[in-house]
């Protein structure tokens, strides 16, 4: 059970004891002070406690079933954030691989002559977020934390477009004899300066998913009411 709903629990338990014993207080001075013929006073007691106590049990059987709902329905949303978040880790040392091997591609291409020039065949990935079900986690921290990291995953999408998008359109229209060489070999270039900056970005993102799957893991402990 979470936090919030143990003090909910709480609160209503005291205000139920709270609302007997004020109850029987009240029977009681009027017994004491105004009373000679306790029966009416018992009868009426009786039927105000019994509609009394149907009615707060009532309301807490209502708030502790929407209590389980919203933690039924947090924890869905935290098994869908976790199947996200290890999707996004491993695009990313794929992504990191991807970059590895454009390195050796590029190793290559310099050392290439005119007649056999290679091109570079693998594509990057673009890394899934957990936008969609972020509104029903019950955890502000997390869904604050989680924003941010959003933030980070689609402007690193964006960079990582705008990287791939350099190299094809050269590759491609040297390939299809639109570009020379030259046009080439300075749109590489172009390409392997932001190559430097995609790793290291992808690297920090790898880091901020782990904490976040760290806090995703410890609140998937918490059972719901």
């Not at 001075?29 to 006073?41: G, R």
């Not at 209502?62 to 695009?91: C, D, H, P, W």
């Not at 639109?178 to 790793?199: I, S």
């Amino acid at each position: 059970m979470s936090e919030k709903a143990k003090t909910i629990v709480e609160v209503m338990l005291l205000a139920i004891i709270a609302a007997f014993v004020g109850a029987m207080a009240l029977g009681f001075f009027v017994d004491l002070f105004w009373s000679t013929d306790t029966k009416p006073t018992d009868a009426f007691r009786g039927a105000f406690l019994g509609a009394f106590f149907a009615f707060i049990f009532v309301r807490l059987a209502e708030t502790l079933n929407r209590l389980y709902l919203a933690g039924k329905e947090s924890r869905k949303a935290l098994g869908a954030v976790q199947f996200n978040l290890n999707e996004a880790m491993s695009i990313a040392n794929d992504n990191l691989f991807v970059l590895a091997e454009w390195r050796r591609f590029y190793a290559v291409l310099k050392a290439s002559t005119p007649g056999a020039v290679p091109v570079f065949a693998n594509r990057i990935e673009r890394i899934p977020g957990s936008r969609d079900v972020l509104i029903d986690l019950g955890n502000i921290g997390l869904v604050n934390e989680l924003f941010l990291l959003e933030s980070t995953i689609r402007k690193l999408n964006d960079s990582m477009d705008t990287w791939e998008r350099v190299y094809q359109d050269a590759k491609e229209a040297f390939i299809g004899n639109r570009f020379t060489l030259a046009t080439y070999m300075v749109n590489t270039e172009r390409a392997n300066e932001g190559v430097d900056v995609l790793e290291r970005f992808l690297n920090s993102l790898t880091e901020e998913v782990m904490l976040a799957l760290a806090a995703t893991r410890l609140l998937l402990i918490d059972r719901p009411l």
